[in-house]
């Protein structure tokens, strides 16, 4: 069954979930306050790198069933389903949520519901929040209580989320009726006909799913990069260990790889405003773990250019150091809260010429860190260089001939912030190679 359906926000969310739901068989409108941003997509041209998704955005504009506007009345008119995918950075100053956007979404398009309809939340936000919009909306929409809020989180992974919107391991819908339970069964029946699983649930717990499992993935990170400095101080080797927990079935391999940790739009903002979120309830106790988590997490970057000065005989004045990585993750352009980054930018404060590159992320890297250099290729960034620091994990760095790389540098030094190079390969080209938690 086809339902009319808008998606309010039109960033890295909204758009992949609008060209999913054109493709599930669905009419389509997003609306973004950018007007350039509308035209982009409109024009099948989308803002950022994401696998897939430019390909399925052109085929759901040739369908004629998806389309763009910057005008919540023409959403409210020609839409029943809304999605909410604005964004929900972390405040400036503190680590709470900002829901500036979500409220402005919502404010936005109330005035314009004179007709019964279902409000969606995708957007990551503080357990609360959909109790609160839900009574905004009662109050102040024309079509009063005919407006329903429903919760349906959203578990994208930067790279992968054209599948994982398609063929997601799990549905979430955090309904407060019938009616909107079977919505959204509606609009996902091709999903859930493959079939994937169907968690129903109050609203509270639809909000906390995705900051739990986003702060599980975060522990899992850090604990075994916790164990990388034990190993680091003891002689032993982290990737052996980590192998040998993987096997244990109530451990599992999955986030159990050491190396230069976690950044990017998510996990770093989300377990922060969730540690906020328990405070402002009153049980900030309960999520004390998740300050050592995120404290583990940034003494990585930090220990990566302990490991950098060690290599280049304590000092990084006046050095030629080339970072191979600029995004967070590989398979993305995303470079905000980057660890690679991260490195780059205190690598040069310390005096370094610092040359960075990036498959995908080199204009947005450009855009954050302008004092750092730009090479358009690796061989390029790695001429003359002193030392290379791997720091983002793309399969064309994994793929190096260290041979051939060697023939270019100034000194065969490299340290591997991500633990997935070739160690007996590196050293047999004659490399000093270093990871982190390893000997």
């Not at 906020?276 to 220990?303: C, K, M, P, Y």
């Not at 205190?346 to 855009?367: K, L, T």
């Not at 190096?400 to 591997?416: F, M, S, T």
Request: proline residues 5%.
């Amino acid at each position: 069954m086809t339902h009319r359906i808008s998606v309010i926000g039109t960033g890295y969310l909204g758009a992949t979930h609008a060209a999913c739901m054109v493709e599930l068989g669905h009419e389509v409108i997003g609306i973004d306050v950018d007007p350039a941003k509308i035209k982009r997509l409109a024009d099948g041209d989308l803002p950022f790198y994401e696998p897939g998704l430019p390909e399925l955005l052109r085929r759901s504009l040739a369908t004629g069933r998806l389309s763009f506007t910057s005008d919540p009345a023409e959403v409210a008119e020609r839409a029943d389903v809304h999605f909410l995918c604005v964004g929900t950075p972390q405040r400036p100053g503190s680590n709470a949520a900002d829901l500036r956007y979500v409220d402005a979404a919502i404010d936005s398009l109330i005035p314009h519901l004179r007709r019964p309809a279902l409000i969606v939340g995708k957007s990551t936000v503080p357990v609360g929040t959909a109790q609160a919009l839900a009574a905004r909306i009662g109050a102040t929409a024309p079509a009063g209580d005919g407006v329903e809020i429903a919760w349906n989180p959203e578990f994208l992974r930067e790279g992968f989320a054209v599948k994982d919107s398609l063929e997601p391991d799990r549905l979430v819908f955090g309904v407060a009726s019938a009616q909107a339970e079977a919505t959204l069964r509606a609009v996902y029946a091709d999903v859930i006909a493959r079939p994937t699983p169907v968690v129903i649930s109050d609203l509270p717990t639809a909000e906390l799913v995705k900051v739990a499992a986003n702060s599980f993935l975060a522990t899992k990170i850090s604990f075994i990069n916790a164990m990388a400095e034990l190993c680091e101080t003891t002689g032993a080797d982290v990737t052996v260990l980590s192998e040998a927990l993987s096997h244990d079935s109530r451990i599992g391999g999955q986030f159990l790889r050491p190396g230069l940790g976690f950044g990017g739009g998510c996990l770093p903002k989300d377990i922060r405003a969730f540690m906020a979120r328990a405070g402002e309830l009153g049980v900030d106790q309960a999520l004390t773990f998740l300050r050592e988590v995120d404290a583990i997490n940034q003494r990585r970057r930090a220990r990566t250019v302990d490991l950098a000065r060690e290599e280049l005989g304590g000092s990084l004045d006046g050095q030629v150091v080339t970072v191979l990585g600029a995004a967070f993750k590989p398979e993305s352009d995303d470079v905000r809260d980057s660890p690679a980054l991260d490195v780059a930018a205190s690598i040069h404060e310390q005096g370094a010429q610092v040359r960075v590159y990036d498959p995908q992320a080199m204009a947005n890297a450009r855009a954050r860190f302008p004092m750092l250099t730009y090479a358009e290729s690796v061989t390029a960034a790695c001429a003359d260089a002193d030392l290379v620091l791997h720091l983002t994990e793309w399969a064309e760095f994994r793929a190096l001939d260290p041979v051939e790389l060697g023939k270019v540098v100034r000194q065969r030094k490299v340290v591997d912030g991500r633990n997935v190079l070739d160690v007996a390969a590196w050293r047999a080209a004659g490399w000093t190679y270093r990871a982190l938690g390893r000997p």
